[in-house]
């Protein structure tokens, strides 16, 4: 068990638990299943099992460690020579290795995960002196040509941020949709198990047996039931098509 997970099942509760240890099964198993035949298939079932691992992992994380989630998506670089190619685009020639000590130096921040906040980065930019940034600058560009260009690219991140919003509105996310069998699977554990227990009398005496040997048949019973849930957790992969209804 790797700590990021002992970590999240320390403090998640039953219901986030279960989905957790959905996820990290269907990752064993797919794993498995590439180990033994690898595969065109089995490669593509372990990264498809992996990114939902991940992606349980990440939404569970940022729950009940928001501390350690950097800002979202389209608000950072994904790592620091993506910052510094966009930091270069608008005009800003200073080196990798000065921009990764800076990094390092704790100014733009360099989350867990290597991505780069992009407000941090805009905030370093405007710390830069004008001289320096001038004395390097491409030949006749000018601060309204510099202002032009971040306008551009501001404007170009909002298209950007607009689609996101509009494919959301149409796709049924992959962590809501796990959430909904997670809490599924587990109202239909426990329904079981409850009609299990109130039922084993009538269990027993349909089958001519003996009454006072309730409680083995019932363990016996919830021990059928928990390796069967184990085998639906352990398969690791739902599949789905969703049609998009033009006429709603």
Known sequence: ???????????ADQSAQLEIKMANNGLISAMRAYNERASKQTKEDYEAARELFDSVCAKFTAQYFPEEI????GERFKNRLAALKWLNNQGYKIGQQTFYNHCADGFPVLHKDKTVSR??????AQQLDVERRGAVSPAGETDDDARKLKAQAD????????????Q?????????????????VGTIQ??????????QGQIIH?????????????????????RAFNEVAGVGRIEGVFCRDDGE
């Open 206 to 226: 349909a089958a001519g047996g003996d009454i006072a040997r309730g409680p083995e048949v019932y363990e016996c019973l919830e021990d059928v039931v928990s």
């Open 190 to 199: 426990d329904s079981l198990r409850h009609h299990l227990h109130t039922s």
């Open 168 to 184: 959301d509105a149409e796709w049924l996310h992959a962590d809501a949709a796990w959430s909904a069998v997670a809490a599924l």
């Open 1 to 11: 068990m790797t700590d990021r997970l002992q970590k999240l099942l320390g403090v």
């Open 70 to 73: 950097p800002a979202p998506e």
């Open 155 to 166: 404007q170009e991140e909002m298209k950007a941020e607009k689609m996101r919003r509009e």
């Open 119 to 124: 407000f941090q980065v805009m905030q370093y």
